[in-house]
């Protein structure tokens, strides 16, 4: 187990040096300079020239790129062009939305996939499956900003139930600033709930076709029972798979719903940053988002190797 997770461990770290390697070039080839950017087209040359020299970018590519690493390693990320702020700061105070925000799209997530999948599993080729699994193809097919939009005229400006936009604050209490999160949430959850709900259905249909399924069954235990004890403990290996790629998927996939419902989160950042052509702000969230959904995945094979143990059987 131990040379495993080592080789998961070795993958990680090459993956993330190959991210981080790739994320640097391509910001770093975008056209355009930073200190003119900051400055203006007004500025004159040596004002430019100064404060790029100030800003480091005058030194030749290979140093920008290990002091940035060298930087990442201690925590120092730098100062923001635009907001003359930690970049550390920046990002930390956005992660108090955009995390929770992940948080909440899981939940939602995984409440209504397991619900719809067990469902249907249960009633499979019958009136109810069909149903539902048309909605989830219909789920999938849905742009996450385009489903926002509808939510937004629904609840917010037909039903006047919740905001259209911003973020309370937690500072306001924790019912306000769920509030203000719900329907972001949700708008996060349908795409990856339609997923996780085809991806339970099958597993647990393959699960129900097993010989101690029909045991069970011989034994005298009821169809719920069955299902409940032991066909959805062995189901959830491939879905719990599935649910830790899709909690990835959510952190980068705020960025986008952010915007719409003008939340003050990662994605916005990002966003200010780029117009701004804060250059250091968008490589250093980047390269958390990226970091983020590789350390995710590798999380999940580990706990895939603990749940199947034929996993690293296999692996050596």
Known sequence: MSLFVLRRLLTLLATLAG???????????????????????????????????????????????????RGMA???????????????????ERLTL???????????????????????????????????MSLTQIGIALPNFWFAILL???FSVKLQWLSAGGFAGWDEGIWPAIRSLLLPAISLAVVQAAILARVTRSAVLEVLREDFVRTA???????????????????MIPVMTVMGLQFANLLAGTIVIENVFYLPGLGRL?????????LI????????LAAMVIIVNFVVDVLYAFIDPRIKVHDL
Not at 62 to 67: A, F, G, I, P, S
Not at 270 to 278: G, K, L, P, T, V
Not at 281 to 288: F, K, Q
Request: charged share 15%.
């Open 98 to 132: 955009t995390v929770p925000l992940a948080i909440m799209s899981m939940l939602i997530t995984v409440v209504l996939a397991l619900a719809a999948g067990i469902y249907t599993a249960a009633n499979h080729n019958r009136l109810g499956d069909v149903g539902v």
């Open 281 to 288: 702000v968008v490589r250093n969230c980047v390269m958390l």
């Open 74 to 92: 201690v925590g120092d990320l730098g100062n923001s062009y635009a907001y003359g702020t930690s970049v550390a700061e920046l990002i930390g």
């Open 270 to 278: 990002i966003f200010q940053s780029i117009a701004n052509r804060d």
């Open 152 to 154: 937004i005229l629904l």
């Open 19 to 69: 991210a981080s390697l790739i994320i640097f070039l391509v910001l770093d080839a975008l056209p355009g300079n930073a200190a003119q950017m900051l400055m203006g087209a007004d500025a004159s040359p040596d004002a430019v020239r100064a404060l790029t020299i100030k800003l480091g970018l005058d030194q030749p590519l290979v140093n920008r790129y290990l002091n940035w690493i």
């Open 217 to 235: 069954r011989a034994k005298g235990i009821s169809k719920r029972g069955v299902l409940w004890h032991h066909v959805l403990r062995n189901a």
